[in-house]
């Protein structure tokens, strides 16, 4: 599923803060660690299947108030850290979004499993003539 970036913005809301990390004086100063939180309940988005599945999936990256939280402070720049932190929103909504294939059992055939039974006897028989003191 291919989300809307803007349809997605504006459903976002950030908190900033001050990062830790490689940056100097710039770390003290500037608020560059960005938290992103998606409210999934309420969201135009997604359908109530769609947020069914997403509150499952997600249910240990949820916070108290029901937001799917994500969190990035690896650049200096706030900017960059709200783009890295949408990337990952993007990616965690699509991956819990996907279902997996239903695994279709197979029957075998008689002929099939008798030719496999045939084989492990062969196969015991052999192994059975290495045997120390077996004499056929």
């Known amino acids: 599923m291919i989300f809307d970036k803007a349809g997605l913005q504006k459903e976002v809301s950030y908190k900033t803060s001050r990062s830790g990390g490689a940056g100097g004086q710039n770390v003290n100063k500037v608020s560059s660690k960005v938290e992103l939180l998606f409210p999934i309940a309420s969201s135009a988005l997604f359908t109530d299947d769609e947020k069914q599945l997403l509150q499952s999936k997600l249910q240990n990256r949820l916070n108290k108030d029901g937001y799917l939280q ?14 890295i932190a949408m990337e990952r ?7 819990a979004l996907l279902v997996p294939k239903v695994r279709k059992k197979i029957k075998l055939s008689k002929a099939k499993k ?3 039974l045939d084989q492990k006897k062969l196969h015991s028989a052999k192994k059975t003539a290495r045997r120390k003191g077996f004499d056929l």
């Open 70 to 83: 994500v969190i990035c402070d690896e650049e200096r720049s706030q900017y960059l850290n709200k783009e």
């Open 89 to 95: 929103l993007i990616l965690i909504l699509t991956q």
């Open 114 to 116: 008798a030719a496999r």
